[in-house]
């Protein structure tokens, strides 16, 4: 079997555990994940954005940060780009991939960003995550400098892998995630 087949399997199997979730337990995903910034926000003291994710189907919805943050949306573009922007109040338009966010004249640089929040179909304990397959989040971070800029999934536990996924030679671990049960950054 290759690494692709192996890949989609996981990828079927943790979008049907996915779809088991209850908004209870996303809720308290987002509860978490509120905490974790709070305590980077105290630590570090300057923030620059929070970049955050649109929320598809059953995903962890956590654009409540925008309420008190700074935050980012990625927009996918042509060649498997991903690039962030403020998420300001102009309305937001479908990228490359249909997904909604922010068309602005200028995106952030790796510098203007304090945290990424990314979502998961699934992540082992060797931070390895299980997105869709698009590639965009490993090839923007295959640039060293957004390599250092803290990557944290969000997912619930029901999705956490306790063998290790399928790993193939361009997918970089992240920096933790964060479940309804723990914050393992």
Request: with cysteine; proline share 5%; hydrophobic share 35%.
């Amino acid at each position: 079997m290759t690494i692709f087949e192996r890949k989609k399997l996981e990828r079927d199997t943790f979008r049907n555990l996915r779809d088991e979730i209850s908004l209870n337990q996303r809720k308290n995903v987002e509860k978490n994940v509120k905490l974790y910034v709070d305590s980077f926000i105290k630590e570090y003291k300057y923030i620059a954005y929070i970049a955050i994710y649109w929320p598809l189907k059953n995903e962890v919805d956590i654009r409540s940060l925008k309420e008190k943050l700074s935050v980012a949306l990625p927009r996918c573009k042509d060649k498997k780009e991903l690039l962030f922007y403020p998420w300001d109040e102009r309305p937001l338009t479908k990228d490359s991939e249909g997904i909604l966010s922010p068309n602005n004249s200028f995106s952030l640089s790796h510098k203007q960003i304090s945290m990424i929040l990314v979502p998961c179909l699934s992540v082992d304990k060797n931070l390895i995550r299980l997105g869709y397959g698009g590639g965009y989040f490993d090839k923007l971070r295959r640039d060293k400098n957004w390599r250092n800029v803290p990557c944290i999934g969000v997912l619930t536990s029901n999705c956490v892998s306790t063998n290790p996924l399928t790993r193939a030679d361009w997918d970089i671990p992240l920096s933790g995630f964060i479940t309804e049960k723990e914050i393992f950054v």
